[in-house]
């Protein structure tokens, strides 16, 4: 019975690291999901280890933080975009962008929106709108 | 999900010495969590299509490959079997105090629902290997 507690407590050598009871919480808030066997919340757990193994090398190696030896948000953007396995990260993972860019990004637009009166009178209005 | 657990899967998975941004961390902490929301809507289609409320094992197996995520597979499966068997022996372990408890009764009923796991499991392992044959 010691042996068995002790087996329990210790955090070495765990099949798996993360809490089974917060990856049940997570896939409980599908609402088409009545149930989950016992195996199956075991195995999404171990696949979520590995998928941020994978996620976390695969990054790392096509980055350019390697340079620097870290691995950066960048890196992972880049995988959600480029890669096709990791496409469904895209819409969390976005594409950061200096505020510098974007503010000349806007003025841009709006030289050519200047410049092309009837085309683009439209859309200005509605993203004023917005 | 704990960023202490995250931290040193991603760290036990880098080279030595690699850093993460604090940025990066919480960025695959979150895309942990899609990815759990994403395999468990996909092993539930797999339920559904075998007309079952419970999701199992061989749906999220299942999901995994439509994921993409065919290198998992084999993995996968080798952990499940050391955690059937850990179950297994927790279970044996549970039995022992129960029947000082006299509880019989529970005894048989569980004893019952290993069976039917047992002869699922056979189907499902069957299933698989099949698929990967092909």
Redesign the interface.
């Known amino acids: 019975a010691e042996m068995a507690a002790a087996r329990l407590s210790g955090t070495e050598n765990r099949l798996v690291s993360l809490p089974l009871s917060r990856i049940r919480v997570i896939m409980k808030s599908s609402p088409e999901v009545s149930s989950i066997n016992q195996d199956a919340l075991f195995l999404t757990a171990k696949a979520t280890e590995l998928f941020v193994q994978y996620l976390a090398t695969y990054s790392y190696k096509h980055g350019r933080g390697k340079e620097k030896n870290a691995l950066t948000y960048t890196d992972l953007s880049h995988t959600a975009e480029e890669c096709e396995t990791f496409q469904f990260l895209a819409d969390i993972l976005p594409k950061k962008i200096l505020a510098s860019k974007y503010l000349k990004m806007l003025e841009k637009e709006k030289r050519d929106g200047e410049v092309r009166e009837d085309d683009d009178e439209a859309e200005e209005e509605e993203d004023e709108d917005k | 999900?704990?960023n202490a657990?995250?931290t040193?899967?991603?760290k036990?998975?880098?080279p030595d010495?690699?850093?993460?941004?604090k940025?990066?961390r919480s960025?695959?902490s979150?895309?942990?969590?899609?990815?759990?929301?994403?395999?468990?809507?996909c092993?539930?289609n797999f339920a559904?299509k075998g007309k079952r409320?419970?999701?199992?094992?061989g749906?999220?197996?299942s999901a995994?490959e439509e994921?993409?995520?065919q290198?998992?597979v084999a993995?996968?499966k080798e952990?499940?079997e050391?955690?059937?068997r850990?179950?297994k022996g927790k279970k044996e372990?549970r039995k022992d105090k129960d029947k000082k408890a006299d509880s019989e009764e529970q005894d048989k009923s569980r004893e019952e629902d290993n069976d039917d796991d047992d002869e699922r499991m056979e189907e499902e392992e069957q299933n698989d290997e099949e698929e990967v044959d092909n």
């Open positions: 999900l704990p657990v995250i040193r899967i991603i036990e998975a880098l010495g690699v850093n993460i941004s940025e990066a960025a695959i979150r895309a942990a969590s899609v990815f759990v929301l994403y395999a468990t809507s092993a539930n559904m409320k419970t999701l199992n094992a749906d999220v197996l995994m994921m993409e995520f290198r998992f993995p996968l952990s499940l050391v955690y059937r850990e179950q372990a």
